[in-house]
């Protein structure tokens, strides 16, 4: 029952987690205290506010906020504030002298149980020292904090919160990360971008169906995942108050895979990542077809008496406008020119499959060759850099030959990063690409626009022309080529009396083992168009 005769206050207590263990610092020790010197002292308690686990280096407190917000309410008529200590209020002195001054407009006095101090000269300024002290020991807490984890970091502990990828674990009683679960996702995201084949952005799109989520199981904001991809602890490095050790946990990814990330994103930054922004929905086949001019066909919709009609066009060409519906059903008529029939794909399949097998060795030696290269063209700008640090060669000599080996050890780290490995999942990637290769029109009609117009230049790399009554192609990629150059030579090869299967293959395909390497190549191209969610 409410006691008009005492004075209201109103009670804070909080604790950090650190603190909770300590003698006298839980919330309900702290809680005991204040109310016994609030009975003690003749105040009636209006209010409690109890903060957890937050810590005083700053004012933006859940509680706090709403400590001052019903102080500031003349109707509460509180009168004081209780505290365990000083520096449950706050740790900054500036923090506490505005907290201070904003309560002194109210009328509102702050008592501590541990801290005693009157409101005259000697014991305002007994409290500034209490607050001050109080600021000293926050001070001296965080330089400490500071230099645990700075001296952790030059032992190679990286000991904040874990990365994606990772987890905050303790090996021999210390501190460090270690790779978690969703580790291989990371792995993967590295090496598809390396490999330079499909947008960056594409691939967290891809890998959203493998387990690439938030805690909440949400898809990777882009700000999110483009922090991930460009973080070294990956490679194994902590970077932080402006130093750089290596780590003593396991990296996830080597460095030349990392570099070799970074020049992906540098020089892509300055491509236009909207190759589509322009792209009308209802005109897939715009800018990809041209005329014997090499006027680019575009598309509009014209009014009619009674409504609008779609159609395609060659602007300043005469009589070249063609019906929307009628134009898509000649080009789908002419991406059937493609297809392969069942028994064609199988037997392409299975000669590619066994020829790519005995290739693997080769490709070892090749893999051998490229990283000696890559080796010399690092060691290669480690030289440079010395002779400009001796004056040898100036800036501009550095700045453009230094150039050139990035472009050298982009271009190589691309081609040893897309030399096929053992665990190469060919027979994935034909599942997802076997129905295009089947029935490319259907599957055409049913994409997306981003999606169509993908496929359409992954099979003609250079478009195609219209003269208005067929069209032509200049250049189709390879893998729709093998029908009339690839399976004929199987079906030549007629096995003899014993004879097998994989004998006759190889007069197929093992005697053009490149060629069948640009196959695999595309069919994994097309795979990761059609896996790819828009």
């Known amino acids: 029952m409410e006691n008009p005769s005492l004075k209201k206050a109103v009670i804070y207590c909080r604790v950090s987690t650190k603190e909770q263990v300590d003698e006298g610092g839980s919330l309900a ?24 686990g937050e810590s005083a280096k700053n004012a933006d407190r859940t509680e706090l906020k709403k400590l001052l917000s019903y102080c500031a309410n003349k109707k509460n008529g509180v009168t004081a504030i209780i505290a365990y200590k000083i520096d449950r209020i706050a740790r900054n002195i500036d923090d506490y002298r505005q907290i201070r001054l904003l309560l002194k407009q109210y009328k509102i006095e702050i008592k501590s149980t541990t801290e005693y101090f009157e409101d005259n000269p000697a014991g305002r300024f007994m409290e500034n020292i209490i607050a001050n002290v109080a600021q000293f020991d926050n001070d001296v807490r965080t330089e400490r904090s500071i230099n645990g984890s700075r001296d952790a970091m030059r ?42 084949e499909i ?12 387990g690439l989520t938030t805690k909440t199981g949400k898809k990777f904001t882009k700000s999110h995942y483009y922090r991930l991809i460009n973080n070294p602890v990956y490679a194994g490095w902590i970077v932080k108050f402006g130093e750089r050790h290596k780590g003593t946990f396991e990296a996830l990814i080597s460095q030349q895979l990392f570099d070799q990330v970074q020049r992906i994103l540098k020089r892509r930054s300055h491509r236009s990542n909207g190759i589509y922004r322009n792209e009308h929905p209802d005109f897939p086949l715009r800018r990809f077809v041209f005329h014997p001019t090499g006027k680019k066909i575009t598309g509009a919709w014209s009014q009619g008496r009674h409504s609008k009609y779609a159609y395609y066009r ?18 789908l008529s002419f991406l059937d020119q ?40 690092e060691e290669r700008q480690t030289t440079l850099i010395d002779k400009n640090v001796k004056g040898i ?3 501009t000599v550095l700045r453009r030959q230094l150039e050139d080996i990035e472009v050298k050890l982009s271009s190589t780290t691309s081609e040893l990063l897309r030399l096929p490995e053992r665990d190469t999942n060919l027979e994935e990637a034909f599942a997802f690409a076997e129905e295009y290769l089947e029935n490319p029109s259907y599957v055409w009609s049913q994409a997306s626009l981003e999606k169509r117009i993908k496929l359409q230049w992954f099979e003609f790399p250079k478009g195609i022309t219209f003269d208005g009554k067929r069209f032509r192609t200049i250049e189709v990629a390879s893998i729709f080529k093998a029908k009339e150059l690839f ?19 190889k007069s197929g395909c093992e005697n053009d083992i490149v060629e069948c390497q640009q196959y695999a190549e595309e069919i994994k191209r097309l795979s990761n168009i059609l896996k790819n969610t828009d």
């Open 29 to 52: 020790t702290q809680e005991r205290i204040c109310k016994d010197y609030a009975i003690k002292n003749g105040f009636q308690i209006s209010e409690i506010f109890i903060e957890q």
């Open 155 to 196: 032992e190679g502990r990286y000991v904040w919160g874990a990365p994606y990828g990772y987890s905050n674990e303790k090996v021999a009683g210390k501190s460090t990360i270690l790779p978690n679960e969703k580790a291989p996702l990371i792995r993967k995201i590295f090496e598809e971008i390396g490999r330079d």
């Open 199 to 210: 947008a960056v952005d594409a691939v967290r799109k891809l890998l959203f169906k493998e």
């Open 314 to 331: 060659f602007i300043g060409v005469e009589n070249s406008n063609y019906q929307k519906e009628w134009m898509e059903s000649e080009y």
């Open 338 to 377: 493609y297809v392969f029939d069942r028994n064609q794909l199988a037997t392409f399949k299975k000669s590619l499959s066994n020829a790519l097998d005995g290739a693997l060795k080769e490709q070892y030696k090749i893999a051998a060759k490229l990283k000696t290269y890559i080796s010399e063209l």
């Open 393 to 395: 060669i100036n800036d």
């Open 487 to 505: 399976l004929p030579r199987l079906s030549l090869t007629v096995p003899s009396k014993g004879q097998n299967y994989e004998q006759d293959n």
